[in-house]
């Protein structure tokens, strides 16, 4: 796929995350990204929103200065400032989202090719409560293993921005560590849920079922508690070979 393929289905992922019906960003909420064969890739630039998003909403970026900033002491707001006015390829283009540091950890190091962040009012009903992601550790019904994956990776509150990527990368790479691959979703407590997708496709489809899962779960706890699966069960769905099959089956975006 060519940049300009790249950034047509990068309009099209954020107007569906951003359709006001599903609830899953408004306003300046939410941001995606999508890696370019040559190592740069595309962010939504700062100030844009996803559901009018077209492709000057879009800044394409160098991710050496990101990888330099998270290693540099100097995390102040001027600084930060600087580095996302450095990393920009087009001189000219919008400055990235303050989110660009998180997008280039989840590109880079999480094996993901597309990245999808919101904050779905489902999803925040549990990250905001008292429970945090603890309801998401354990699952409730087969598809959201399918498409979600069997385990998630959390993050703990952090302020947005280089900090925030900081703590995320902490928890990416302590999952590797623990089960060999990276998760398809990252849930920021407090904040909202990183997806990390193979497709502009593959993110819609398990931010869409995050969602499901996310909504069942608020009745579920309203209604009395979640009947929560078996790890046994859970883990079956997860190596079975029709399941696979099913995850691969994903497509594009029209
Ligand atoms: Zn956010």
Same mark, same amino acid.
């Given at each position: 796929m060519n940049q300009a393929e790249t950034l047509q289905y990068l309009i099209q992922l954020s107007h569906e995350l951003g359709r006001?019906?599903? $609830?899953?960003?408004?306003?300046g909420e939410g941001n995606v990204s999508a890696d370019l064969a040559d190592g740069t890739f595309y962010v939504k630039a700062s100030g844009s929103q996803l559901a009018t998003i077209?492709?000057?909403?879009f800044t394409r970026v160098n991710p050496l200065p990101i990888f330099k900033a998270l290693e540099h002491?100097?995390?102040?707001d001027e600084r930060v400032r600087a580095v996302l006015e450095d990393c920009?390829?087009?001189?000219?283009?919008k400055l990235p989202s303050v989110e660009t540091f998180l997008h280039a950890i989840c590109l880079k190091e999480g094996g993901a090719k597309w990245v999808g962040h919101a904050h779905p009012v489902s999803v925040l009903q549990i990250l905001c409560s008292q429970l945090g992601a603890e309801?998401?550790?354990? $699952?409730?019904?087969?598809d959201a293993i399918v498409v979600c994956g069997r385990r998630l990776a959390v993050v703990p509150y952090v302020d947005p921005g280089i900090r925030l990527a900081l703590a995320l990368r902490k928890s990416l790479r302590r999952f590797i560590g623990e089960h060999g691959a990276a998760p398809k979703v990252i849930l920021m407590v407090n904040h909202g849920p990183v997806v990390l997708g193979q497709t502009e496709r593959d993110v819609l489809n398990t931010m869409l079922m995050l969602d499901k899962w996310a909504s069942i779960l608020v009745g579920n706890y309203a209604i009395g508690r979640p009947q929560f699966l078996e790890e046994k069960s859970s883990d079956r769905i997860e190596n079975r070979p029709d399941e696979h099959y099913r995850r691969g089956v994903i497509g594009r975006l029209k």
């Open positions: 006001e019906d599903r $609830h899953l960003a408004i306003l077209e492709a000057d909403g002491s100097d995390k102040t920009r390829v087009d001189k000219k283009a309801p998401f550790r354990r $699952h409730i019904f087969p």
